[in-house]
């Protein structure tokens, strides 16, 4: 791989789809009602260290994939969770509880942690892990 992940970015598009068609259909929607500063904003600088390291591979932080075939292994994990993620996303687009919360916060955070495992990232993995702690209390805080 070299520092930029053709891979990854596709994986990316793959899941802002949905996130987008949300965005745009629901333009004035206060979709959080759970506030604390703090948490959103450690829940911010993880998501958008996932999207940049998705995306891009510092050198001298990652270190390729580790094991033969782990590429196979990379695009077919990826391409079951993503594929999942958007069934998700189908199934309970028009629902607010905590099977929506978990599993659109859930899929993706697997989806960065796995990506920072298999290419052997550390930022990518200490990014994902601060995402899926953040993101996963306030997607189920914010469930009425």
């Known amino acids: 791989m070299s520092w930029f992940n053709y891979y ?16 745009v259909k629901h333009k004035n929607d206060s979709a959080t009602a759970y506030r604390n500063k703090t948490v959103e904003i450690f ?17 001298y932080t990652y270190f390729g994939f580790w094991f033969k ?10 391409g079951a969770l993503c594929l999942s ?5 189908i199934v309970c687009r028009n629902r607010n509880d905590k099977l929506k919360a978990l599993s659109l916060s859930v ?9 920072g ?11 994902a892990v601060l995402l899926s702690v953040f993101h996963i209390f ?5 469930v009425h």
């Open 107 to 115: 899929i993706p955070s697997c989806i960065f942690l796995f990506c």
């Open 138 to 142: 306030i997607s189920c805080k914010n």
């Open 117 to 127: 495992i298999v290419a052997a990232s550390i930022p990518l993995v200490c990014f």
């Open 43 to 59: 829940e911010q600088i993880g998501r958008y260290g996932c999207f940049l390291l998705m995306i891009f591979n510092i050198p």
């Open 8 to 23: 990854g970015l596709a994986i990316m598009v793959v899941i802002m789809i949905p996130n987008i068609v949300y965005a």
């Open 69 to 78: 075939s782990a590429l196979v292994v990379y695009l077919s994990v990826n």
């Open 85 to 89: 993620y958007l069934i998700f996303w």
